[in-house]
């Protein structure tokens, strides 16, 4: 049986119905095993672009894009072009490109998509994971959410096309030499989306259009934030920013880390640490400061917010046992991110607790969230098992915090967040890379991460400028990479200072079980901890930082407008150059600089490929015209290679 609309193709298989839909600028395939197709948005939640298409008994095509059903089979196509198409297996191995297994006791069912792979074929995008390769061709990804793995899965191809998976649940995606797949383990639904165009820049803006554009970077807070695990006090937190004041470095922000509370879930100031936020905040705003402070969704039973959360269905739950989700300082369950009556109820408590002293940023810390064991069929939310909707925990995490403030009218929202899923980039977040090493190795890593977390749709991301954990700020090395790691940290889109210093300094008090008193701190990770040669190169790089403010505002808006992020892999400027799709360790900051961190102890110099065009180094020297070449350039210790691009 077939029906057809102006816009879509509903068939039934027998086995098996399939819906392919003009979406935007692409077409959305659908499929269940039998039943109705069930009308859940996941990403594709906002009103897509009204585009015309036609549709035929066995194809759907607009905006050039064509998807054909050839005997049960989909094929993509840019005009007469093959994009690529689903896996073609033989009669005798009794197996479909999309194939599906009921889950007894369950109306949802495990779901596998096929498709064939394509010799030479370059992927980039997915999000963020450590282990990965900046192309991710031949690796095989974990769609789930972890404390520096984030899932978000689009990937662009440089066959012209960009692949949505319009699915939170909890799987697989291979990339394989003789397979692209896709598999999750509980669903009502197989969804995704596809667009194509001439080049990866029109892609993202097809993508930006239907998955949602990024909500602005406010200016004020291009310049530099100060944050360290973790300042104890009122006291400590005031004390540095006036010593930031007296040294005349203009600060954005400054960040009070966890366990300013008394226990998790209380999402307000411990009385005996922080006794007057509202003269803090006032001290603070008055030195053009703005306070950010960390929240997490983590709710101990000792917090008087507990019960709340509990009688009314709030807490995420365990399917048995008791309901403990993470084990860190207590014993903990987590605030239901899914449930928007939970959100209500959470933004409430912030409003009450930080809004009224005039707290305008949180820190989402643990936004994944964070269980000590990812048993993911063991936790039960309110739109469905972890299984079946994990991964979407975060995106909607951010949206209480933005949608919250927005209702309140806080200006400029940008808030802090340790993962996100497609949309997050819709609701003020600020996705950093979470608890990462402090190592040139991780640095390399986190090159490639970024440039491919822009391409799946978050362009507001950073990481911890040196790394987060086992950096001795009297060890030379451990210098050296901090200011390798600024010196990138300048061409990100904020300059954020963070991270766990060692050696450790201590609890304030171990006398007691709750608050600031029995949580352990850093070392100092301001501009001057780390020596004078350090500090000279430090303030250097910020003041490049904050000349470039009228440049990074411009960048930021066209960010926002066209879905380019502001930190672009060379082939978005440049996609007929084979070479650009394989570069990783250097990017475009905006459309002017080319910007080349150096990620090797102790080097002086580094190899730069410089795509066709005339390019100025950044601190001086003659222009080169490049025909696309490598080069090596000087990379002394105070200086990272940057190429203005002339023309």
């Not at 990866?200 to 930006?208: F, G, S, T, V």
């Not at 210093?501 to 709750?514: E, M, T």
Request: charged share 20%; hydrophobic share 40%.
């Amino acid at each position: 049986m077939i029906q057809k609309t102006a816009s879509s193709l509903t068939v039934n298989l027998g086995h098996e119905t399939l819906r392919i839909e003009a979406w935007g600028r692409g077409i959305r395939v659908r499929a269940v095993p039998m039943g109705p197709i069930p009308d859940n948005p996941w990403a594709l939640d906002l009103t897509p672009p009204a585009v015309p298409a036609e549709v035929s008994d066995s194809a759907v095509e607009c905006a050039g894009i064509r998807c054909e059903l050839a005997g049960e089979r989909l094929r993509f196509f840019l005009g007469d072009r093959l994009l690529f198409e689903e896996q073609d297996y033989p009669w005798s191995l009794h197996e479909r490109a999309r194939s599906y297994k009921t889950r007894t006791g369950s109306p949802s069912f495990a779901a596998t998509v096929r498709f064939e792979a394509n010799d030479g074929e370059v992927f980039h995008g997915m999000g963020q994971y450590r282990n990965a390769r900046y192309n991710l061709k031949g690796t095989t990804l974990e769609m789930a959410q972890r404390n520096s793995q984030i899932t978000v899965p689009f990937l662009l191809s440089n066959r012209g096309y960009g692949f949505l998976w319009n699915n939170p649940a909890i799987g697989r995606a291979t990339f394989a030499e003789n397979v692209t797949q896709w598999q999750v383990e509980a669903t009502s639904c197989i969804d995704y989306w596809v667009t194509a165009a001439e080049g990866p820049a029109e892609i993202l803006a097809n993508y930006a259009d239907v998955a949602g554009h990024a909500s602005p970077l406010p200016e004020s807070l291009m310049g530099l934030w100060q944050c360290k695990l973790r300042y104890r006090t009122q006291d400590e937190l005031l004390s540095v920013a006036r010593e930031y004041h007296r040294r005349g470095i203009p600060l954005d922000c400054i960040v009070i880390d966890f366990f300013h509370w008394i226990y998790q879930g209380d999402w307000s100031f411990d009385p005996e640490y922080w006794p007057d936020p509202a003269a803090m905040v006032k001290e603070l705003h008055e030195m053009g400061v703005r306070l950010m402070v960390s929240v997490w969704p983590t709710v101990d039973p000792r917090s008087k917010n507990y019960h709340g959360f509990a009688s009314n269905g709030y807490l995420v739950r365990t399917e048995r046992g008791m309901p403990a989700m993470m084990d860190f300082l207590g014993h903990t369950a987590f605030y239901d991110a899914t449930n928007p009556a939970a959100r209500e109820f959470a933004y409430d408590i912030l409003r009450r607790n930080y809004g009224k002293y005039g707290v305008d940023m949180f820190w989402l810390d643990e936004a994944e969230p964070e269980y000590s064991v990812n048993d993911y069929d063991h936790y039960r939310h309110y739109l469905g098992s972890s299984l079946e909707v994990g991964n979407i925990y975060p995106r909607l995490h951010t949206k209480m915090v933005y949608d919250g403030q927005t209702a309140d009218g806080v200006p400029d929202i940008l808030n802090l967040v340790r993962c996100a899923w497609i949309g997050s980039q819709r609701y003020g977040a600020l996705v950093w890379s979470g608890d990462i090493e402090c190592s040139f190795r991780e640095m390399k890593v986190q090159l490639a991460n970024g440039l491919n977390m822009g391409v799946a749709g978050i362009p507001w991301w950073i990481s911890d400028t040196g790394g987060f954990y086992g950096g001795n700020i009297h060890d030379p090395l451990f210098r050296e990479l901090l200011v390798r790691w600024y010196e990138w940290a300048v061409f990100m889109p904020v300059l954020r200072m963070h991270g766990d210093r060692q050696p450790n300094i201590g609890a304030l008090a171990h006398d007691v079980d709750h608050g600031g008193g029995f949580c352990s701190s850093g070392s100092p990770n301001e501009l001057w901890s780390y020596g004078e040669e350090v500090y000279e190169i430090l303030r250097h790089w910020l003041d490049i930082r904050l000349s470039l403010r009228p440049y990074i505002k411009k960048t930021a808006d066209e960010t926002v407008e066209t879905g380019l992020p502001m930190m672009r892999a060379l082939y978005l400027a440049f996609p007929d150059d084979p070479v650009c799709w394989t570069i990783g360790d250097e990017y475009l900051f905006g459309s002017d600089y080319l910007v080349a961190p150096v990620t090797e102890a102790g080097a002086r110099q580094r190899e730069v490929y410089l795509p066709a065009g005339t390019w100025e180094p950044f601190e001086g020297g003659d222009p080169i015209e490049s025909t696309g070449m490598r080069i090596t350039a000087d990379a002394p210790l105070a200086q990272m290679p940057v190429f203005k691009r002339i023309r």
